[in-house]
């Protein structure tokens, strides 16, 4: 079982930004991607952007595209997720995740065995 922690969520306003961490808590398996997703009540939980290890690839949704990046530290199986230019939409409670998802679930929720705790990022005009 792998427990995933984030870090780093916060307020800020519409425009700033922030960065998320998330790290396994402790030495954990090979994985095979590592991603974000975020929710707000009475919604379902979105993807956001994901890591492959295996060649570094990033996906983003296209609502972040040009807005977040995602980075990782191999070696630790820890990510980032720099997010610049915040919008009041891009509040929510924001999860890490990792798995081994293939290519048509690496933005899913089903493609993703181990989840994170949650931290919340709100976003204020």
């Known amino acids: 079982q792998v427990q995933l922690v984030e870090t780093g969520g916060g307020f800020v306003r519409t425009g700033g930004s922030l960065t998320l961490s998330c790290a396994p808590s402790?030495?954990?398996?090979?994985?095979?991607?590592m991603a974000w997703f975020r929710q707000v009540p009475g919604k379902e939980r979105e993807f956001v952007a994901a890591?492959?290890?295996?060649?570094?690839?990033?996906y983003y949704a296209d609502s972040v595209k040009g807005r977040f990046v995602i980075s990782g530290d191999k070696p630790n199986s820890a990510i980032r997720l720099q997010m610049n230019n915040l919008e009041p939409e891009d509040a929510a409670t924001y999860y890490c995740?990792?798995?081994?998802?293939?290519?048509?679930?690496?933005?899913?929720?089903?493609?993703?065995?181990?989840w994170g705790q949650g931290t919340q990022v709100t976003v204020s005009s």
């Open positions: 995740a990792a798995g081994y998802p293939i290519l048509s679930t690496i933005a899913t929720i089903r493609g993703y065995r181990y």
């Open positions: 402790a030495r954990t398996e090979s994985l095979g991607a």
């Open positions: 890591l492959r290890w295996n060649g570094g690839r990033t």
